[in-house]
């Protein structure tokens, strides 16, 4: 193997047992490792149990990990995808392809060789067949500089296997869906702190799926804060024009504040303190409607605030059968 002043290699780091496993192969090839984790807002707990694993296994693994966070180009290409959908609302080819231009900005910074992955060949139908490998690295401009460790055997070799920057031999074939190989390995190279498959993309999840959907059909412009409260507590349909959202614990009710628009209005309860609403929109009279079949006591005062801090007090009666309205629950 050729052996460069500046051994640096750029990962794709998910936080799954895949993109570790390919961190590891390439660091046993004696590369300096650049770990890149992109945050978005449909990341399962807001990406922060990953965050916290691949902090431990950065000082453990001892390689540099850089913590990106998607902006609105991203809402953008879940919202239009070039490539279309998986299953739900899952842009996997587009999301791939935003993933590896930031990381190849990276590589371009750090004046490191190529940028890999933990892709397998056919373990995902819609972005991980011959055919979709392949536009992805034509549209990241990484061609011949994008290495899959885990199924490089598979492939034609990159310009780091020809140059024998990359020993090949040294790399794998790991093809399909099961993960039993990945778990062998894991065990034998003692691998800790990784995730579950799919590392918690709620793009997966139909039922996150509803509220997204619901989202894109009723706003013509939205944020990142609307995004990241989809998280938060039930979401109600009211109307086209008016969503609210109500906590389901006094963490949701923290939560559900910090990820508040100035547009928005809070709903906040005299005597049940840990609930807490988020009207997106108008003011509607069934939103005080909906929020009384939560009352714990008999009746409550709300107070309505808007970014202003103007205050509007209300008094509600607790609804006997809140299933009345689940047909507004999104």
Same mark, same amino acid.
């Given at each position: ?10 990962? $794709? ?9 390919? !961190?590891? $192969? ?21 990406? @922060? ?21 998607? *902006? ?8 239009? #995808? ?8 899952? #842009? ?42 392949? &536009?992805? %690295?034509?549209k990241t401009s990484l061609k011949g ?24 031999s040294h790399l794998l074939d790991i ?5 039993? !190989? ?14 579950? #498959? ?18 894109? %059909? ?5 944020? $990142? ?17 008016t969503k609210l959202i109500i906590s389901?614990? %006094? ?12 547009? *928005?209005?809070?709903? $906040? ?15 509607? *009279?069934?939103?005080?409607?909906? !929020?009384?079949?939560? !009352? ?26 809140? &299933? @009345? ?6």
């Amino acid at each position: 193997m050729i052996k460069f002043i500046n051994m640096k290699a750029v990962g $794709l780091i998910s936080g799954g047992l895949d993109s570790i496993l390919a !961190l590891q $192969l390439i660091k046993e090839q004696g590369f300096e490792i650049i770990g890149i984790f992109i945050k978005t807002p449909f990341l399962s707990n807001f990406g @922060n149990n990953t965050v916290k694993n691949l902090e431990k296994l950065s000082e453990e693994m001892k390689f540099k990990l850089i913590i990106l966070k998607s *902006d609105m180009d991203y809402i953008e290409i879940v919202r239009n #995808p070039q490539f279309g959908y998986g299953k739900n609302l899952n #842009p996997c080819i587009d999301c791939h392809i935003y993933m590896l231009k930031k990381a190849k900005e990276i590589m371009e910074k750090e004046n490191a060789l190529f940028v890999f992955t933990g892709e397998v060949l056919g373990q995902r139908g819609k972005s991980q067949n011959p055919q979709a490998l392949k &536009i992805i %690295e034509e549209k990241t401009s990484l061609k011949g500089k994008l290495l899959r460790p885990l199924t490089a055997l598979n492939l034609p070799p990159t310009e780091m296997e020809k140059t024998g920057i990359i020993n090949r031999s040294h790399l794998l074939d790991i093809k399909g869906k099961s993960r039993k !190989l990945q778990l062998y390995l894991a065990d034998m190279k003692n691998l800790k702190y990784f995730g579950t #498959p799919s590392g918690g993309c709620l793009l997966t999840d139909p039922i996150f799926c509803k509220k997204l959907k619901d989202l894109f %059909e009723n706003s013509e412009e939205i944020n $990142l804060n609307d995004c990241y409260v989809l998280q938060i507590g039930k979401h109600f349909r009211v109307s086209s024009k008016t969503k609210l959202i109500i906590s389901r614990d %006094e963490k949701e009710s923290k939560n559900l504040l910090n990820f508040c628009n100035k547009n *928005d209005f809070i709903i $906040l309860l005299e005597k049940n303190s840990d609930l807490t609403g988020l009207i997106k929109g108008e003011i509607d *009279d069934l939103v005080f409607e909906i !929020l009384s079949g939560y !009352l714990k006591t008999e009746s409550d005062v709300v107070f309505v605030k808007n970014y202003s801090g103007k205050i509007m007090e209300k008094r509600i009666i607790k609804k006997q059968n809140k &299933i @009345n309205y689940s047909k507004f629950l999104i």
